[in-house]
C-alpha cells in the first residue's frame, strides 16, 4: 500500500513538473532582454531586467498607431472574460429556468434545439456573426466583442439539470406564499444557484479571456485589442534587422494566465460543489 502511495506520488510529481515547466521557463525568459533571448535562447536563470521588462509592458505605449498599452489591453481582455461570462450565466439560467418550469409545449424539443448547437463551434457560424455585427455597425465595439457568442447551450444544459433537481416542494412553498415566476426565480432559484453559478464563470472566463479569432475578426481598433492578440502583436514587429521583443511577448504571455488561475482559486471550492452537488 506504501508503495502504491509513493508511486501515485511520483506520478503526481511528474504531471506538475510537466505542467508547471514551461511556465517557469517563460517567467525566467522575460526576465532577460531581447538580444539574449533572441541569440541564445530560452533561459532557465534569472535575468535582470524584470522590473524594467513588466513595467515597460504594461505602461508603455506601442502597436501600429503607438497608443495601446499592455494595461489597456489586460482591461479590454478583462471586460471580454467577465461580460463573456456573466452574460452567459444570465441567459443560460433564464433559458433554463423557461425549459424547466414553464410547461409549454415542444420544450423538451426546444430544449434539444438549444443543445444540438454544440455541433456547432464559433468557427463555423463566425462569417454569417461578422455580417450580422457589420450591418448592425457594432465592429469595433465591446458590445460587437461580446454579444455574438453569449448563447450558451453549455450553461443552459448545466442550469437546466441543476434546476430539475430543485425539490418540487420549494416551488410549492414559494406558490402558497404568493411568489410569483419572477420573485421565485430571484429569491429562491438564483441564490440555490451559487455554486453552479460560480463553476460556470470559471469555464466561461477562461474561455473568454482566451479567445483570439473573434476579437481578431471583429476588431480593428488597438484601442480594443486584448491581451491574448497584443502577444501575436509584438511578434509581428520584425522589419529589416529589427528584433521582436520577445521578452515582452513573455511577459505578456504570464501576465495573460495570471487572471484565469486567480479566478480558479477564488471559486475552487464553490466549482467543485457547484459540478458535484446535486442534493438542494
Avoid: C
Wanted: hydrophobic share 55%; glycine share 8%.
Amino acid at each position: 500500500m506504501n508503495r502504491l502511495r509513493i508511486l501515485d506520488h511520483v506520478i503526481l510529481l511528474i504531471g506538475v513538473f510537466v505542467m508547471l515547466a514551461p511556465v517557469v521557463l517563460a517567467f525566467t525568459t522575460s526576465s532577460h532582454d531581447a538580444t539574449t533571448i533572441h541569440t541564445q535562447g530560452l533561459q532557465f536563470g534569472w535575468g535582470g531586467h524584470f522590473a524594467e521588462t513588466y513595467e515597460e509592458v504594461l505602461t508603455k505605449k506601442g502597436g501600429f498607431t503607438g497608443e495601446i498599452t499592455g494595461a489597456r489591453m489586460v482591461l479590454n481582455s478583462l471586460i471580454l472574460g467577465i461580460g463573456f461570462a456573466v452574460g452567459k450565466i444570465v441567459l443560460s439560467m433564464m433559458a433554463a429556468y423557461a425549459i424547466v418550469y414553464f410547461r409549454f409545449r415542444l420544450g423538451t424539443l426546444f430544449f434539444w434545439m438549444i443543445f444540438t448547437t454544440l455541433l456547432l463551434p464559433l468557427e463555423v457560424r463566425i462569417l454569417p456573426s461578422y455580417a450580422v455585427m457589420t450591418q448592425l455597425g457594432l465592429t469595433n465595439t465591446y458590445t460587437g466583442l461580446i454579444v455574438p457568442l453569449l448563447a450558451s447551450a453549455t450553461g443552459t444544459f448545466f442550469f437546466r439539470q441543476y434546476f430539475r433537481a430543485v425539490p418540487e416542494e420549494i416551488l410549492e412553498a414559494a406558490r402558497i406564499d404568493g411568489a410569483g415566476a419572477w420573485k421565485f426565480f430571484i429569491d429562491i432559484l438564483v441564490p440555490l444557484s451559487r455554486p453552479m453559478m460560480a463553476a460556470i464563470f470559471i469555464i466561461m472566463f477562461v474561455y473568454g479571456w482566451n479567445q483570439y479569432l473573434w476579437p481578431t475578426l471583429i476588431t480593428t481598433d488597438e484601442s480594443l485589442f486584448t491581451l491574448v492578440r497584443g502577444i501575436k502583436q509584438i511578434l509581428l514587429v520584425w522589419i529589416g534587422s529589427q528584433i521582436p521583443d520577445y521578452n515582452q511577448a513573455f511577459a505578456l504571455a504570464i501576465l495573460a494566465m495570471l487572471p484565469p488561475v486567480l479566478v480558479v482559486i477564488v471559486f475552487q471550492r464553490w466549482f467543485i460543489k457547484g459540478l458535484t452537488e446535486s442534493d438542494k
